[in-house]
């Protein structure tokens, strides 16, 4: 009796956060039978999209944001031949099934094994890409036919209705509630029972030793990547029945943030539990929605939800538990020259050099270019600020932060409110923003404390989701700023009102920002954030104040990325909150990987790159370089990003000069 108790307690026990979720729906956020079925399906249909995600996490230990998006292509392929071509349902389902497999086999022998040895950001950030390519797809797909796909649904195969109270089910809702289960119920029992699903799982669980048993890793990804593509076919089919296809990609954000929360609630790994906790989300989603004055409240009801969630695991204690931080690390740090090649005459004029080279280039911006292109330059100045705070959090301390704008917006906000109600000057109003963006980062670290990697990249995305729907929204605050913002003269005396000089002034704070970031990094709290994400447990037992160095890490990056904000609404004359949506977010994340988070420039030189090529690069043959299949390319040739490639050249030509050098001190 005692095992038999004992093993239900074992089983139990992980899916407590989801039947904590239910239970919040069913005390605070009441439905109708019907309803609460409708939330059960959708629900189902987040899981499906969850565990294909789990089911490459297993495989390459990334985050798939182009899960939604492997199946959207099939799924209006189905669409095409059922509604606008009348074929059957059943063929529709069929063919749009095997394209999703095929699919997935592409993407992962194209692309994925292509990043096979590169750090796992890349990847992850290489998976945006893989977006964007489907994305295009999926919109051209649909002129074989002549039409529209968007909002088109399949008509249910047969004529069965239920009527629940208000609530009119069809056989499509049906068809969901049956073939979603029986969907991932089948997973479980591939990776259970047979030989191809052990190897699978043997090889997520320690991949290099797999190889060294003869198990084929690279092929085993393939499967998992057709698998994750034809759950996620089944998703998008089945949610076209019953909602219709989706407007404006295949997954929203608040559906991302679902998807993700079920995952890490599952501990990433744990596929009964990540289904369960998928549909517990999709009840409490609904319930909100039916229940809340405006569907702008979700976000923030969810996020305390998920956090909730979260905070109620155990911290795990298994090597995969502890692998969710470590692996994330991009690149080493960059070393300095040793002195005695720093000292070369040659060495120190290329250093000098580049500097002057780099001084004129700023110079000439303003006299060469047109005022709209001396705006957006200062675009990329305030980017490669918000870069910055990026390094400091995920290139310092390894914590992956995905809402990084949602601190940018607090700043944005605060400063614009300084300026517009309180004539505050400009200067001033940065300080200010500095301030509460990095005690907006405090308080975000402080229950984010016991969270590390993917779990905290999602704790990230859903406060960033908060915020800009909303935390400053002026339809739930009064004090939001919503007129134009004018750029008063500095201290009274000094205007910044043209572009030119706006120009100016971002690049010196950017110069101050940048100059405070080397010194942090030079000083006994920069090299205490770099050990505990090296090593915690060796940090600790060498007396490095683990909670209070997280927090500081959390804070500097939250007040450089208020600064940012307050630049960026002065530069728009506004404060939009739509300029600071979750979108945004992954585009500066990109940025900083692609620019390199090893060094304090990267962030610079990636926000210049995404950027530049999108806004000056005008050649058509070069235009490609700003989408994903260009960030794609710029990571698959340089995995540590462009500042890597920096250093690398540096270390090349000094080497050369040193030892020329010291060629010559020898002959002589």
Same mark, same amino acid.
């Given at each position: 009796?005692?095992?038999?108790?004992?093993?239900?307690?074992?089983?139990?026990?992980?899916?407590?956060?989801?039947?904590?979720?239910?239970?919040?729906?069913?005390?605070?956020?009441?439905?109708?039978?019907?309803?609460?079925?409708?939330?059960?399906?959708?629900?189902?249909?987040?899981?499906?999209?969850?565990?294909?995600?789990?089911l490459?996490?297993?495989?390459n230990?990334?985050?798939?944001? !182009?899960?939604?998006?492997?199946?959207?292509?099939?799924?209006?392929?189905?669409?095409?031949?059922?509604?606008?071509?009348?074929?059957?349902?059943?063929?529709g389902?069929?063919?749009?099934?095997?394209? /999703?497999?095929?699919?997935?086999?592409?993407?992962?022998l %194209?692309?994925?094994?292509?990043?096979?040895?590169?750090?796992?950001?890349?990847?992850?950030?290489?998976?945006?890409?893989?977006?964007?390519?489907?994305?295009?797809?999926?919109?051209?797909?649909?002129?074989?036919?002549?039409?529209?796909?968007?909002?088109?649904?399949?008509?249910?195969?047969? !004529?069965?209705?239920l009527?629940?109270g208000?609530?009119?089910?069809?056989?499509?809702?049906?068809?969901?509630?049956?073939? !979603?289960?029986?969907?991932?119920?089948?997973?479980?029992?591939?990776?259970?029972?047979?030989?191809v699903?052990?190897?699978?799982?043997?090889?997520?669980?320690?991949?290099?030793?797999?190889?060294?048993?003869?198990?084929?890793?690279?092929?085993?990804?393939?499967?998992?990547?057709?698998?994750?593509?034809?759950?996620?076919?089944?998703?998008?089919?089945?949610?076209?029945?019953?909602?219709?296809?989706?407007?404006? =990609?295949?997954?929203?954000?608040?559906?991302?943030?679902?998807?993700?929360?079920?995952?890490?609630? =599952?501990?990433?790994?744990?596929?009964?539990?990540?289904?369960?906790?998928?549909?517990?989300?999709?009840?409490?989603?609904?319930?909100?929605?039916?229940?809340?004055?405006?569907?702008?409240?979700v976000?923030?009801?969810?996020?305390?939800?998920?956090?909730a969630?979260?905070?109620?695991?155990?911290?795990?204690?298994?090597?995969? +538990?502890?692998?969710?931080?470590?692996?994330?690390?991009?690149?080493?740090?960059?070393?300095?020259?040793?002195?005695?090649?720093a000292?070369?005459?040659?060495?120190?004029?290329?250093?000098?050099?580049?500097? %002057?080279?780099?001084?004129?280039?700023?110079?000439?911006?303003?006299?060469?270019?047109?005022?709209?292109?001396?705006?957006? !330059?200062?675009?990329?100045?305030?980017?490669?600020?918000?870069?910055?705070?990026?390094?400091?959090?995920?290139?310092?301390?390894?914590?992956?932060?995905?809402?990084?704008?949602?601190?940018?917006?607090?700043?944005?906000?605060?400063?614009?409110?300084?300026t517009?109600?309180?004539?505050?000057?400009?200067?001033?109003?940065?300080?200010?923003?500095?301030?509460v963006?990095?005690?907006?980062?405090?308080?975000?670290?402080?229950p984010?404390?016991?969270?590390r990697?993917?779990?905290?990249?999602?704790?990230?995305?859903?406060?960033?989701?908060?915020v800009?729907?909303?935390?400053?929204?002026?339809?739930?605050?009064?004090? &939001?700023?919503?007129?134009?913002?004018?750029?008063?003269?500095?201290?009274?005396?000094?205007?910044?009102?043209?572009?030119?000089?706006?120009?100016?002034?971002?690049?010196?704070?950017?110069?101050?920002?940048?100059?405070?970031?080397?010194?942090?990094?030079?000083?006994?709290?920069?090299?205490?954030?770099?050990?505990?994400? +090296?090593?915690?447990?060796?940090?600790?037992?060498?007396?490095?104040?683990?909670?209070?160095?997280?927090?500081?890490?959390?804070?500097?990056? =939250?007040?450089?990325?208020?600064?940012? =904000?307050?630049?960026?609404?002065?530069?728009?004359?506004?404060?939009? &909150?739509?300029s600071?949506?979750?979108?945004?977010?992954?585009?500066?994340?990109?940025?900083?990987?692609?620019?390199?988070?090893?060094?304090?420039?990267?962030?610079?030189?990636?926000?210049?790159?995404?950027?530049?090529?999108?806004?000056f690069?005008?050649?058509?043959?070069?235009?490609?370089?700003?989408?994903?299949?260009?960030?794609m390319?710029?990571?698959?040739?340089l995995?540590?990003?462009?500042?890597?490639?920096?250093?690398?050249?540096?270390?090349?030509? /000094?080497?050369?000069?040193?030892?020329?050098?010291?060629?010559?001190?020898?002959?002589?």
């Open positions: 009796m005692s095992k038999i108790v004992s093993d239900l307690r074992r089983t139990l026990t992980p899916l407590t956060p989801a039947f904590a979720l239910v239970a919040v729906q069913l005390v605070f956020f009441g439905l109708p039978a019907g309803a609460f079925i409708r939330g059960i399906v959708l629900g189902l249909l987040t899981a499906l999209l969850a565990v294909g995600m789990a490459v996490y297993r495989a230990r990334v985050i798939n944001f !182009a899960q939604a998006d492997l199946g959207f292509v099939p799924a209006i392929l189905s669409v095409g031949l059922i509604v606008f071509n009348g074929l059957p349902y059943l063929f389902l069929g063919v749009g099934l095997i394209s /999703s497999i095929v699919l997935g086999a592409i993407v992962e %194209a692309i994925v094994r292509r990043f096979v040895r590169s750090p796992r950001l890349v990847l992850t950030v290489a998976t945006l890409g893989i977006t964007q390519l489907l994305s295009v797809l999926a919109i051209i797909l649909p002129r074989l036919w002549d039409e529209v796909a968007a909002s088109e649904r399949i008509p249910p195969p047969v !004529a069965w209705k009527t629940v208000t609530f009119i089910l069809n056989a499509n809702d049906l068809i969901a509630m049956i073939l !979603a289960p029986l969907a991932m119920i089948a997973v479980g029992l591939f990776l259970s029972k047979t030989q699903g052990i190897a699978v799982r043997a090889a997520a669980e320690r991949s290099d030793r797999a190889a060294l048993l003869g198990i084929p890793v690279g092929w085993l990804s393939t499967i998992v990547w057709m698998l994750a593509s034809a759950l996620s076919f089944l998703a998008l089919f089945l949610r076209s029945g019953i909602l219709g296809v989706p407007i404006g =990609g295949a997954l929203s954000v608040s559906g991302l943030v679902l998807a993700l929360a079920a995952l890490v609630i =599952g501990r990433l790994r744990n596929l009964p539990t990540i289904a369960v906790a998928a549909v517990a989300l999709g009840i409490l989603e609904y319930g909100v929605q039916w229940n809340a004055e405006s569907p702008l409240l976000a923030p009801f969810i996020a305390v939800a998920v956090m969630a979260l905070l109620m695991q155990r911290k795990g204690v298994s090597r995969l +538990d502890q692998d969710t931080t470590a692996s994330w690390r991009l690149a080493d740090e960059v070393h300095d020259l040793a002195p005695e090649v000292r070369v005459p040659w060495v120190r004029v290329m250093r000098w050099g580049t500097y %002057a080279v780099v001084l004129a280039s700023l110079v000439a911006i303003p006299i060469l270019l047109r005022t709209d292109q001396v705006i957006k !330059a200062t675009a990329i100045f305030i980017y490669g600020i918000i870069g910055l705070s990026l390094v400091v959090l995920t290139g310092w301390a390894g914590q992956i932060s995905l809402g990084q704008v949602g601190f940018v917006a607090i700043g944005a906000a605060v400063s614009a409110k300084c517009e109600a309180w004539g505050v000057d400009l200067t001033l109003s940065l300080v200010i923003a500095a301030i963006g990095g005690l907006a980062a405090f308080l975000v670290g402080l984010a404390l016991r969270l990697g993917l779990y905290l990249a999602v704790v990230t995305l859903v406060f960033a989701l908060s800009t729907s909303w935390l400053l929204n002026d339809r739930f605050f009064e004090w &939001i700023p919503t007129k134009r913002i004018e750029r008063f003269p500095l201290f009274g005396r000094l205007d910044i009102d043209t572009p030119t000089r706006f120009y100016v002034y971002t690049l010196l704070v950017l110069i101050v920002v940048f100059g405070g970031v080397r010194g942090i990094r030079r000083s006994r709290t920069g090299r205490a954030i770099l050990a505990l994400r +090296d090593n915690e447990r060796a940090a600790q037992a060498f007396g490095v104040p683990v909670i209070w160095v997280k927090l500081t890490a959390f804070t500097i990056s =939250g007040a450089i990325a208020g600064v940012a =904000g307050g630049l960026y609404t002065h530069l728009n004359y506004s404060f939009d &909150i739509n600071y949506n979750v979108g945004r977010s992954l585009e500066v994340f990109t940025a900083s990987i692609v620019g390199g988070l090893g060094v304090s420039f990267g962030a610079i030189l990636g926000a210049a790159y995404l950027r530049g090529t999108e806004w690069v005008t050649a058509p043959e070069w235009r490609f370089l700003s989408t994903g299949a260009g960030v390319f710029m990571l698959l040739v995995p540590g990003g462009l500042g890597a490639l920096v250093i690398r050249v540096r270390d090349e030509l /000094s080497g050369r000069m040193y030892r020329r050098a010291r060629k010559k001190e020898n002959v002589s």
